[in-house]
């Protein structure tokens, strides 16, 4: 099992940035694939983008491809976020994951999350 705790959410206007962080504990990141998740109010929780342990296979949701951008650095257990032109519908709690798999066409969450971290985008 791994423990996994998100940060850099936070408030910024429409077309500004942030950069979320999620630091792995407790399992063996250097080879377990990563995804980034979000739930906005009264919606479900929707895929935002995935990467492989070394990095080489990347997936964006069609919503945020060419705004954000997932990247990892094994040395740091840790895997980013960055969040590019963000639009007010960007506004959900982002939370971390560990082993996505893909299944039938999408990707399927793994069982290990973080506790998420907000981000609003204001109008």
């Known amino acids: 099992q791994v423990q996994l705790v998100e940060s850099g959410g936070g408030l910024v206007q429409n077309g500004g940035s942030l950069k979320l962080s999620c630091a792995a504990s407790?399992?063996?990141?250097?080879?377990?694939?990563m995804a980034w998740w979000r739930q906005a109010p009264g919606k479900e929780r929707e895929f935002v983008a995935a990467?492989?342990?070394?990095?080489?296979?990347?997936r964006y949701s069609d919503s945020v491809r060419g705004r954000f951008t997932i990247s990892r650095d094994n040395a740091k257990n840790t895997v980013y976020l960055q969040m590019d032109s963000l639009k007010p519908e960007d506004t959900a709690v982002y939370y971390c994951?560990?082993?996505?798999?893909?299944?039938?066409?999408?990707?399927?969450?793994?069982?290990?999350w973080g506790q998420g971290t907000q981000v609003t985008v204001s109008s």
């Open positions: 990467i492989t342990w070394s990095g080489g296979v990347i």
């Open positions: 407790g399992g063996d990141f250097g080879t377990t694939a």
């Open positions: 994951n560990a082993e996505p798999l893909y299944r039938d066409g999408k990707f399927v969450p793994g069982d290990d």
